[in-house]
C-alpha cells in the first residue's frame, strides 16, 4: 500500500513516514515527527517536534499534536512525545509533549480522545482509555489502563486516574482516583464501584465482589484513609484489590474520599 500526500498539504522532507500513511489536505507535519504505517491524517492536522507515532492512528481535523508544552518553564529544550498503535484523535484534539530537556509525554495503544481532549506535558496515559469531549489532563497526570474521563471533565496536575475507574461528566479531579471506582462532581467523589467497567473488562464475579468490600471499607466505614487500609490488609485479597491497595500506598497527593 503506497503513502498517499495531498497536494495542499506540507510535509518536512525530514519527516519520516512508514507504509500506507494517507495524508489528507492542508496537513502539516514536521521534522523530527517519526509516523507509523498506516496512519490517517484526514484535514487540516498539524503534527510537530520531536513526535514518534505509532501504526494504525487515525487523526481527524484540526488536530494539533507533538506541540510545544504550555509550561512557561519551558525554555526550548528538547523534549519528546511517544504514542502507540490503533489510536482515534477526534477533532481539534491537542497534546503537547515535555518540558524538561529528554523528557515526554507517553500515550498508549487504542485508546479515543473525543474532539477537544488535551493531554498536557509529561502526562502518561495507557492503554484503551477514552476521553470524552473536552476531557483534559494537567501536566504530568498518569491514566492507567481502560480508565474513561467524561465530558467537559478536568484532572489537575500531578493527580492520577487508576484502572478501569470512571470519572462522571463535567468534575473536577484535584486527587487521585483509586482504580475501579466511580468518581463525579466538583469537587469530586468517588460514589461507587465501576461495576459495568470490571463486567465489560472480564473481571471475576469473585474479585469483583472483594472489590465491592474494599470499597465499603474505604467509603462507607466511617475510617479515615489510614484506618481503612489497616482494615483492607486483613481482608482476602485478589489480583484487582492488591492493584488497589498499591495505588492507594503510592498516592502522593492522597485519593479522592
Given at each position: ?27 502539516i507535519v514536521g521534522g523530527g515527527v517519526k509516523i507509523g504505517d ?143 471506582m466511580m468518581a463525579d462532581g466538583n469537587p469530586a467523589q468517588v ?67
Open positions: 500500500m503506497d503513502t498517499s500526500i495531498h497536494p495542499s498539504s506540507v510535509v518536512s522532507p525530514e519527516a519520516e513516514l512508514g507504509e500506507g500513511v494517507t495524508i489528507g489536505p492542508f496537513c498506516r496512519c490517517v491524517l484526514h484535514s487540516h492536522v498539524v503534527l510537530q517536534g520531536s513526535s514518534e507515532i505509532g501504526r494504525e492512528n487515525e487523526f481527524f481535523p484540526f488536530c494539533s499534536i507533538g506541540g510545544v508544552t504550555q509550561d512557561l518553564k519551558y525554555a526550548g529544550e528538547p523534549t519528546y512525545l511517544t504514542i502507540g498503535d490503533g489510536n482515534k484523535f477526534r477533532e481539534c484534539v491537542t497534546i503537547n509533549r515535555g518540558t524538561a530537556p529528554g523528557e515526554k509525554t507517553v500515550v498508549g495503544s487504542f485508546n479515543n480522545l473525543l474532539a477537544y481532549a488535551h493531554i498536557a506535558h509529561n502526562c502518561i496515559v495507557g492503554n484503551h482509555c477514552i476521553f470524552s469531549n473536552n476531557g483534559t489532563l494537567g501536566g504530568h497526570v498518569t491514566m492507567e489502563d481502560h480508565a474513561i474521563i467524561g465530558g467537559l471533565s478536568a484532572v489537575h496536575q500531578f493527580c492520577r486516574i487508576g484502572k478501569m475507574s470512571i470519572i462522571g461528566g463535567c468534575t473536577k479531579i484535584t486527587q487521585d482516583v483509586p482504580p475501579f460514589r461507587s464501584v465501576n461495576k459495568v467497567g470490571m463486567e465489560r473488562k472480564g473481571v471475576p464475579e469473585e474479585s469483583a465482589q472483594r472489590v465491592r468490600q474494599a470499597f465499603k471499607i474505604l467509603y462507607a466505614s466511617g475510617l479515615n484513609t489510614a484506618q481503612a487500609m489497616e482494615a483492607l490488609a486483613k481482608e482476602p485479597t485478589c489480583p484487582e484489590t492488591e492493584h488497589l491497595i498499591a495505588f492507594i500506598r503510592g498516592s502522593q497527593r492522597g485519593i479522592i474520599r
